[in-house]
C-alpha cells in the first residue's frame, strides 16, 4: 500500500504518453456492428471501495470473429491493424465507458470481450466477459445483414473458458432507444483497495516526484493539484480528452527545484465542456524522463 506526503492512498497509473494510441473511448475505427457502449466498474476486495486512476484495457473480434494485430490460419486479419483495441483510466467512482460494437463469435468460443485491470507495474488482472444468451442472440437476430451467421450455437459450459464459471463474467445488455444499439455494465473486484501494488516503474517515479489527486474532484469551476517535487527537472501538465487528444499544456517550467507546489488547472483556458479528462504530470532530468497520469471529472 503506498501513502502519498499529503497523506492519501493513491492508485498508480500507466504513462499516457507512452500509448497514446490506444487510449481511446471509441474503439470501433471502421469496423462495423451494431452498437456497444460499455461501462466497467472497478472495485478493490480490501475494502469494496472503487478503484481510481487505474488503467482498464479492452479488447474482442470484430463481428465475423477477427482480431486486430494477428494474420493466422484461425484468424485472417491484418497484423498492423489496431481496431477494436482500447483502454482508459477510472474515474472517481472507479468507472470506465467504451465505444465499440457488439462482438461476433467464432467456433470453440462463445461471444466475449477480453478486458485487464492495470493496477501498477506489479500486478494486473486479465479475465474476460460475456453477456446473457438469449440476450446475446437477441442482437444477432435483429441485424442479419451485419452477423450473418446469425445465433452463436455455444451454452457457457460448452466454451473452453466459461466452463469452470460465469456467475461473475455476465455483463448486463440492455437495448439503447438512442443509438440503436445496446447498452452493457459488469462490475470488476480486484485485489487491494486501488493502492495496492507498487512496481519497479512507480518507485523510480516517487524517487522524482509525487503527485495528489485534484482537489475538488468533480470540480466546477478550478481545480488544484499538488506536487512534491522531489528531483530538480524540466516539468510541465499536460491535459487530454478521452479520445485521446491532447487538449492542451497547463504548466511548464524548465529547472524547476525540490519542494511541494501546486498547479491551478482552469477548464475556461481551455473551453472544455463537462467531463472526464486526464492530466499528466511529467518531470524530466539527468536520470530520465518521469511520468503520471490521473483522472479528473469536469462537472456541469
Not at 478493490?44 to 463481428?63: D, E, F, Q, S, Y
Not at 468507472?95 to 477480453?114: D, K, L
Amino acid at each position: 500500500m503506498y501513502i502519498d506526503t499529503f497523506g492519501n492512498c493513491r492508485a498508480i497509473s500507466f504513462d499516457l504518453t507512452a500509448n497514446t494510441y490506444y487510449f481511446r473511448q471509441d474503439i470501433r475505427e471502421t469496423q462495423l456492428g451494431t452498437q456497444l457502449n460499455l461501462k466497467l466498474k472497478v472495485f478493490g476486495l480490501a475494502n469494496c471501495a472503487p478503484m481510481t486512476n487505474v488503467r482498464v484495457n479492452v479488447w474482442h473480434c470484430t463481428k465475423d470473429g477477427v482480431y486486430s494485430g494477428y494474420n493466422t490460419a484461425n484468424n485472417p486479419g491484418d497484423a498492423n491493424s489496431k481496431y477494436l483495441r482500447g483502454y482508459q483510466f477510472t474515474n472517481a467512482d472507479g468507472e470506465v465507458e467504451f465505444i465499440t460494437i457488439f462482438p461476433g463469435w467464432y467456433n470453440g468460443r462463445i461471444a466475449h470481450i477480453h478486458f485487464q485491470v492495470y493496477v501498477s507495474s506489479a500486478y494486473s488482472a486479465v479475465s474476460q466477459l460475456t453477456f446473457p444468451i438469449a440476450a446475446k442472440n437477441a442482437v444477432y437476430a435483429a441485424a442479419p445483414t451485419l452477423y450473418p451467421k446469425g445465433a452463436d450455437p455455444l451454452s457457457y459450459s460448452g466454451d473452453n473458458i466459461f466452463s469452470d464459471g460465469y456467475a461473475l463474467q455476465v455483463a448486463t445488455l440492455t437495448p439503447n432507444t438512442a443509438t440503436g444499439g445496446y447498452d452493457s455494465y459488469m462490475e470488476i473486484s480486484v485485489q487491494g483497495s486501488g493502492t495496492l501494488g507498487v512496481g519497479h516503474i512507480e518507485k523510480e517515479i516517487f524517487k522524482v516526484f509525487e503527485m495528489g489527486q485534484n482537489i475538488p474532484n468533480p470540480y466546477a469551476s478550478n481545480t488544484k493539484v499538488r506536487i512534491n517535487l522531489k528531483q530538480s527537472s524540466d516539468v510541465k501538465m499536460e491535459l487530454w480528452d478521452l479520445s485521446g487528444r491532447k487538449v492542451g499544456t497547463v504548466f511548464e517550467k524548465q529547472n524547476k527545484g525540490v519542494g511541494i507546489f501546486e498547479v491551478d488547472i482552469n477548464p475556461a483556458n481551455f473551453g472544455l465542456p463537462a467531463g472526464n479528462y486526464i492530466f499528466q504530470f511529467e518531470a524530466a532530468n539527468n536520470f530520465g524522463v518521469f511520468r503520471m497520469p490521473k483522472m479528473m471529472t469536469l462537472a456541469k
